[in-house]
């Protein structure tokens, strides 16, 4: 068993984490490859799981941070990917937020511009709206990042935010936030102070044990509730003959 997944299990196990909820997203490897809309579908699946486990139940969060543990973890997608499921899947409004400031990737993945973005709705005026852009379909919309300098994630934690973050849980039924690694910055924890909760995303085989758990305590002394954890890029061996049938 590797220390990923033992990961998974202690955050199971702990007394203050026994409601979080723990997804594996598969990244399946057959004998002799693997169709692309195959390994689509079984990621889609995933998702879904983590949206109806997190999002559809009683009581659930409705502003998210979604934070990797480390640079790569694959954060932006997962976020992206349940943004989009809980648009296409009940008819909410959802807005999805890059709060990553560090190293922006959403705009390619949702096949939109970076301007104008957060930056500009943190230093002018305006209602929130006059920044978003709509995406996919008419429940979702999407603010950037917006135009960067080195003092742009000092916004993050600024009274403007505070503001920016009330106008968007007010417009919309769901906010999901992107955020930057948390090894390596601690923007994860201002944008969790101003949500629901916090789930984080590791990756597979390459997530140490030792970074996992400092992400959490480090959470926990900041008051950041843990939703749950997404164990992302997990490979599992499909048996030829079940791949022949997909």
């Given at each position: 068993?590797?220390?990923?997944?033992?990961?998974?299990?202690?955050?199971?196990?702990?007394?203050?984490?026994?409601?979080?909820?723990?997804?594996?997203?598969?990244?399946?490897?057959?004998?002799?490859?693997?169709?692309?809309?195959?390994?689509?579908?079984?990621?889609?699946?995933?998702?879904?799981?983590?949206?109806?486990?997190?999002?559809?139940?009683?009581?659930?969060?409705r502003?998210v941070?979604?934070?990797?543990?480390?640079?790569?973890?694959?954060?932006?997608?997962?976020?992206?990917?349940?943004?989009?499921?809980?648009?296409a899947?009940a008819?909410?409004?959802?807005?999805?937020?890059?709060?990553?400031?560090?190293?922006?990737?959403?705009?390619?993945?949702?096949?939109?511009?970076?301007?104008?973005?957060?930056?500009?709705?943190?230093?002018?005026?305006?209602?929130?709206?006059?920044?978003?852009?709509?995406?996919?379909?008419?429940?979702?919309?999407?603010?950037?990042?917006?135009?960067?300098?080195?003092d742009?994630?000092?916004l993050?934690?600024?009274?403007?935010?505070?503001?920016?973050?009330?106008?968007?849980?007010?417009e919309?039924?769901?906010?999901?936030?992107d955020?930057?690694?948390m090894?390596?910055?601690?923007?994860?924890?201002?944008?969790?102070?101003?949500?629901?909760?916090?789930?984080?995303?590791l990756?597979?085989?390459?997530?140490?044990?030792?970074?996992?758990?400092?992400?959490?305590?480090?959470?926990?002394?900041?008051?950041?509730?843990?939703?749950?954890?997404?164990?992302?890029?997990?490979?599992?061996?499909?048996?030829?003959?079940?791949?022949?049938?997909?």
């Open positions: 068993m590797s220390g990923n997944f033992d990961i998974m299990q202690e955050m199971e196990r702990d007394p203050a984490l026994h409601s979080n909820r723990v997804i594996e997203r598969p990244f399946p490897v057959p004998g002799e490859g693997l169709q692309r809309h195959v390994r689509s579908q079984l990621a889609n699946d995933s998702t879904l799981r983590l949206v109806q486990q997190i999002f559809q139940r009683q009581g659930a969060p502003v941070v979604f934070a990797g543990i480390d640079h790569g973890n694959g954060c932006s997608e997962v976020a992206a990917s349940v943004a989009e499921t809980i648009a899947n008819p909410r409004r959802v807005c999805l937020v890059e709060g990553n400031f560090r190293s922006p990737g959403l705009p390619s993945i949702m096949q939109t511009t970076s301007y104008p973005g957060l930056s500009d709705a943190l230093i002018e005026e305006g209602t929130i709206r006059s920044y978003l852009k709509p995406v996919c379909n008419e429940n979702l919309w999407f603010l950037s990042a917006g135009p960067l300098t080195v742009s994630p000092n993050l934690s600024s009274e403007r935010m505070k503001v920016r973050s009330a106008e968007l849980r007010k919309f039924d769901f906010v999901i936030y955020a930057p690694p090894t390596r910055y601690a923007d994860a924890i201002a944008l969790g102070q101003l949500s629901d909760g916090i789930v984080l995303v990756e597979a085989e390459s997530t140490r044990r030792e970074a996992a758990l400092i992400a959490v305590e480090h959470l926990r002394s900041s008051n950041v509730p843990i939703l749950g954890a997404v164990l992302n890029k997990r490979k599992f061996p499909i048996p030829q003959s079940i791949y022949k049938r997909l």
